[in-house]
């Protein structure tokens, strides 16, 4: 039965191969902050003035884990999203592209979206 669910939540993939994935999707997260972080307000009450790498990663945790998520959504759905016509969608044929590119890419792509929708959402308090 144990091996039936592994079977099941991995979509028949090695366990390694999702560890290796989310070493990418981390990389992918990490660029993506660490280049958001030279951008901060070094006077603002709600950051260190020296950077601090506890704090960027207790800030953006939220952020680090659902980037893991769906880093492992996309592996264990690729053959779906691809039958799906996902080539299609967005402009570039994926059935060759290494599954390793697609966790560096979520992982790149997650934080600016979710960064979009935290200004989204502060701009729509504002207005409120």
Same mark, same amino acid.
């Given at each position: 039965?144990?091996?039936?669910?592994?079977?099941?939540?991995?979509?028949?993939?090695?366990?390694?191969?999702?560890?290796?994935?989310?070493?990418?999707?981390?990389?992918?997260?990490?660029?993506?902050?660490?280049?958001?972080?030279?951008?901060?307000?070094?006077?603002?009450?709600?950051?260190?003035?020296?950077?601090?790498?506890?704090?960027?990663?207790?800030?953006?945790?939220?952020?680090? /884990?659902?980037?893991?998520?769906?880093?492992? /959504?996309?592996?264990?759905?690729?053959?779906?999203?691809?039958?799906?016509?996902?080539?299609?969608? /967005?402009?570039?044929?994926?059935?060759?592209?290494?599954?390793?590119?697609?966790?560096?890419?979520?992982?790149?792509?997650?934080?600016?979206?979710?960064?979009?929708?935290?200004?989204?959402?502060?701009?729509?308090?504002?207005?409120?």
């Amino acid at each position: 039965m144990e091996q039936l669910f592994m079977k099941q939540l991995l979509g028949g993939q090695d366990l390694v191969i999702y560890l290796a994935g989310f070493v990418f999707a981390l990389i992918g997260v990490a660029i993506r902050l660490l280049n958001g972080a030279k951008k901060r307000d070094k006077l603002s009450k709600h950051t260190p003035y020296n950077f601090s790498w506890k704090f960027l990663v207790l800030d953006n945790l939220r952020d680090l /884990i659902l980037g893991l998520l769906m880093a492992f /959504i996309l592996f264990r759905f690729t053959n779906v999203l691809i039958s799906a016509g996902l080539q299609r969608l /967005i402009g570039f044929d994926i059935e060759g592209v290494d599954k390793m590119f697609y966790a560096f890419l979520v992982g790149t792509a997650f934080t600016t979206v979710s960064q979009w929708f935290k200004r989204l959402e502060l701009n729509a308090g504002k207005h409120a």
